[in-house]
């Protein structure tokens, strides 16, 4: 890309929209994560007993169920961002690439 082609890129409002939407979007999204992670660990850490409570007849404790959420979570959090890209985000993208001729 030639540099004119860049600035062009850089000065345009709908390339700032698409970076600052993303960027806030990707923030927020680790952000959750990282809450629920933590959350975790800290119950791992400071919470033996709950994390020990047996749930229902078998052999799984609660700690299981809990660490299958984590995992459920980032699915469902990279679900949503995967859904957002393709909405949104493609569509600030077709806006910009109209906006500039291509």
Do not use: C
């Amino acid at each position: 890309m030639a540099e004119a082609d860049t600035a062009r890129v850089l000065a345009s409002p709908t390339f700032r929209q698409l970076v600052t939407e993303r960027t806030r979007f990707g923030w927020i999204l680790s952000g959750a994560m990282l809450g629920i992670y933590l959350v975790f660990i800290l119950l791992v850490a400071f919470a033996h007993g709950l994390m020990a409570t047996k749930v229902g007849s078998g052999v799984t404790s609660l700690g299981i169920v809990l660490g299958l959420v984590v995992i459920v979570a980032a699915f469902v959090l990279t679900g949503i961002y995967v859904a957002r890209a393709n909405g949104r985000f493609d569509d600030l993208t077709r806006d910009l690439n109209r906006e500039l001729g291509r």
